[in-house]
């Protein structure tokens, strides 16, 4: 199982940026996706997930992005997406992608398989 994170980049407070995680070696459908964040000198924070199929790709934002961010997914294409909107200087972290089989939730502990992350910098 590989998942890789894109889209990151250098944005100025209040804009917007897509990112995406491609999974492969795994069915998206049949899994729960949770993108996480960590900053320098801080601890990693979970900051969106979906669930699978099954449990109706139910979505769960942490607080502090909860009506700014957005998480998607596209089964055919295997990725899912996060859409950041209204960023802030405390948005700004490398935002990592995970994978797990179990309950759909914000906790590390839920996620058996992590990919590299995309860098995300929110500066004017």
């Known amino acids: 199982v590989q998942l890789q994170a894109s889209g990151g980049g250098l944005v100025q407070p209040g804009g917007s940026l897509r990112l995406s995680c491609r999974v492969s070696?795994?069915?998206?459908?049949?899994?729960?996706i949770g993108w996480f964040r960590q900053a320098p000198g801080k601890q990693r924070e979970a900051v969106s997930c979906?669930?699978?199929?099954?449990?109706?790709?139910?979505?769960h934002y942490a607080l502090a992005v909860k009506g700014r961010f957005t998480i998607s997914k596209d089964n055919a294409k295997n990725t899912v997406y996060l859409q950041m909107n209204n960023l802030k200087s405390e948005d700004a972290a490398e935002y990592l992608c995970a994978l797990g089989t179990g309950p759909v939730g914000l906790f590390r502990e839920a996620y058996d398989y992590w990919g590299l992350g995309t860098q995300v910098t929110v500066s004017s």
């Open positions: 979906i669930g699978d199929s099954d449990r109706n790709s139910e979505t």
């Open positions: 070696g795994f069915t998206l459908d049949d899994a729960v």
